[in-house]
C-alpha cells in the first residue's frame, strides 16, 4: 500500500517483445512505438532499458517480481492482447496472462480477451476463459489485420460485438476494458476513436465499460461520454506516464476528467514492463493540479481522497470487492 492507499493496478502484459514473434513490418513497428513509450517518457534517472534487453519475451514472474517487489501495489491486473494477425501469439498471449493469475490469485486478476470477429470461436474461447482459467472481465481491441491491413469492428456493432457483450453476462461478467486512443503500429487513428461507446454504454446498461487511456488524444469526447453514461469509466493507464516528461499535459488531462466525470470514474494502471510502476505511482501520489489550471477553468483540486479511489478504491468496487476486506485478506 502506497501511505496506506489501496493501489490496485489495472493493467500489465506479459509482452513477448521479441522481432521473431511478429509477422511482418506492421509486428515490427507495434513493438518499435511501445518501445518509444519506455523510453521518451522513463524519466531522468529511472532505468532505460536498451533495446536488446526490453525487446525479449517477459516472463509472468519478471511481471509479478517488478509489480509486487518492487512497488508499492497491492493487486494487478493481467491482460492479454489478442493480436494474432500481427504477431505469432498476440503479443501477450492470454495463456500467459492466466499463468502469471496463477502466481498469487489473492493478489492478481485474469483479463481474458478474445477477437469478436472470429464469432463462434470467440464466444467458445471466452466460456473456457471463464470457466477453466477464472476471468473476470474481458478487454477488447478494435482493430484487426489482414496480411497487414487493417480491419476494424465497431463496440455498437449488432453482428459482432454484441454477442461478445451477451455472452460476457451469460458467464457472470460485467466490466469490459476496450483500448481507445494511442494508435499503434499500423492501426488507423480512426479506427480507435470513441464514437461507439454510446452505443455500447445505451444497450448493455448493465454492463460496465472501462475507456483505456482516456481515449487519447480523444479525450474531450470521451468525456463528455463519461458524463452521459453512467456505466462509463477512463482508464489513465499510459497517459498517467506523462506525469513526470510532460507534467503540465498531464495535469490539463486530468483535469478535464475530474470536472466532467469525478473522481469516482477514473481507474490508476501502470503499463508494466512497458513502464516500471513505481516512479509513476510515486509522482502521482505527490501530484498536484497547478493552481491556474483549477482557478482558470474550475478543475477540482486533486485530492487525497481523490487518489486513493484512482488508485485503487473504484476497481474494487468495479470488481465487487469490499476495500477492507481485500485490505485485511492480504495483510493476513
Given at each position: 500500500m502506497?501511505?496506506d492507499?489501496?493501489?490496485?493496478?489495472c493493467?500489465a502484459h506479459?509482452?513477448?517483445?521479441?522481432k521473431k514473434?511478429?509477422l511482418?513490418p506492421?509486428?515490427?513497428s507495434?513493438i518499435?512505438?511501445?518501445?518509444a513509450?519506455?523510453?521518451t517518457?522513463?524519466p531522468?534517472?529511472?532505468?532505460v532499458?536498451?533495446?536488446?534487453?526490453?525487446?525479449?519475451q517477459?516472463?509472468p514472474?519478471?511481471?509479478?517480481?517488478?509489480?509486487?517487489?518492487?512497488?508499492?501495489?497491492d493487486?494487478?491486473?493481467?491482460?492479454?492482447?489478442?493480436?494474432?494477425?500481427?504477431f505469432v501469439?498476440g503479443?501477450s498471449?492470454?495463456?500467459?496472462c492466466?499463468?502469471l493469475a496463477d502466481?498469487?490469485?489473492e493478489?492478481i486478476v485474469?483479463?481474458?480477451?478474445?477477437n469478436?470477429?472470429?464469432?463462434?470461436?470467440?464466444l467458445?474461447?471466452?466460456?473456457v476463459?471463464?470457466k477453466?482459467?477464472?476471468a473476470?472481465?474481458?478487454?477488447?481491441?478494435?482493430?484487426?489485420?489482414?496480411?497487414g491491413?487493417?480491419?476494424?469492428w465497431?463496440?455498437?456493432?449488432?453482428?459482432i460485438a454484441?454477442?461478445?457483450?451477451?455472452?460476457a453476462?451469460?458467464?457472470?461478467v460485467?466490466l469490459?476494458?476496450?483500448?481507445?486512443?494511442?494508435p499503434?503500429?499500423?492501426q488507423?487513428?480512426?479506427h480507435t476513436?470513441?464514437w461507439?461507446?454510446?452505443?455500447?454504454?445505451?444497450n448493455?446498461p448493465d454492463?460496465?465499460?472501462?475507456?483505456?487511456?482516456?481515449g487519447?488524444?480523444?479525450?474531450?469526447e470521451?468525456?463528455w461520454?463519461?458524463i452521459?453514461?453512467?456505466?462509463?469509466?477512463?482508464?489513465?493507464a499510459?497517459?498517467?506516464?506523462?506525469?513526470?516528461?510532460?507534467?503540465?499535459?498531464?495535469?490539463?488531462?486530468?483535469g478535464?476528467?475530474?470536472?466532467?466525470?469525478?473522481?469516482?470514474k477514473?481507474?490508476?494502471g501502470s503499463?508494466?514492463?512497458?513502464?516500471h510502476?513505481?516512479?509513476?505511482?510515486?509522482?502521482f501520489?505527490?501530484?498536484?493540479?497547478?493552481q491556474d489550471l483549477?482557478e482558470g477553468?474550475?478543475y477540482?483540486?486533486?485530492?487525497?481522497?481523490?487518489?486513493?479511489?484512482i488508485?485503487?478504491?473504484?476497481?474494487?468496487?468495479?470488481h465487487?470487492?469490499?476495500?477492507?476486506e481485500?485490505?485485511?485478506?492480504?495483510?493476513?
Amino acid at each position: 500500500m502506497h501511505n496506506d492507499a489501496f493501489v490496485f493496478d489495472c493493467v500489465a502484459h506479459v509482452f513477448n517483445f521479441d522481432k521473431k514473434n511478429a509477422l511482418g513490418p506492421g509486428g515490427e513497428s507495434f513493438i518499435d512505438h511501445l518501445y518509444a513509450f519506455h523510453a521518451t517518457l522513463t524519466p531522468d534517472g529511472e532505468t532505460v532499458l536498451p533495446p536488446e534487453e526490453y525487446m525479449r519475451q517477459w516472463s509472468p514472474e519478471e511481471i509479478k517480481r517488478m509489480v509486487f517487489d518492487e512497488s508499492d501495489t497491492d493487486m494487478l491486473i493481467a491482460q492479454p492482447l489478442p493480436l494474432t494477425d500481427l504477431f505469432v501469439d498476440g503479443l501477450s498471449p492470454w495463456e500467459e496472462c492466466a499463468r502469471l493469475a496463477d502466481l498469487d490469485r489473492e493478489r492478481i486478476v485474469f483479463w481474458g480477451s478474445v477477437n469478436p470477429m472470429e464469432g463462434r470461436r470467440a464466444l467458445d474461447l471466452m466460456e473456457v476463459q471463464v470457466k477453466e482459467f477464472g476471468a473476470r472481465a474481458f478487454k477488447f481491441y478494435n482493430t484487426r489485420y489482414d496480411y497487414g491491413a487493417p480491419l476494424d469492428w465497431r463496440m455498437d456493432d449488432p453482428q459482432i460485438a454484441f454477442p461478445v457483450f451477451e455472452k460476457a453476462q451469460e458467464l457472470g461478467v460485467n466490466l469490459i476494458g476496450v483500448h481507445k486512443g494511442v494508435p499503434l503500429g499500423p492501426q488507423p487513428i480512426e479506427h480507435t476513436q470513441t464514437w461507439d461507446m454510446d452505443g455500447a454504454a445505451a444497450n448493455f446498461p448493465d454492463l460496465n465499460f472501462v475507456i483505456f487511456h482516456v481515449g487519447l488524444p480523444f479525450i474531450d469526447e470521451v468525456c463528455w461520454q463519461l458524463i452521459r453514461h453512467p456505466n462509463l469509466y477512463a482508464s489513465i493507464a499510459a497517459t498517467l506516464n506523462f506525469v513526470v516528461r510532460a507534467p503540465r499535459q498531464f495535469a490539463e488531462n486530468l483535469g478535464k476528467l475530474l470536472f466532467w466525470c469525478g473522481e469516482d470514474k477514473i481507474i490508476y494502471g501502470s503499463e508494466c514492463p512497458i513502464f516500471h510502476p513505481q516512479w509513476a505511482l510515486k509522482a502521482f501520489w505527490e501530484f498536484a493540479l497547478p493552481q491556474d489550471l483549477v482557478e482558470g477553468y474550475g478543475y477540482p483540486q486533486l485530492t487525497e481522497q481523490a487518489k486513493r479511489k484512482i488508485l485503487g478504491e473504484n476497481l474494487l468496487r468495479l470488481h465487487g470487492f469490499d476495500p477492507e476486506e481485500k485490505r485485511t485478506q492480504l495483510a493476513g
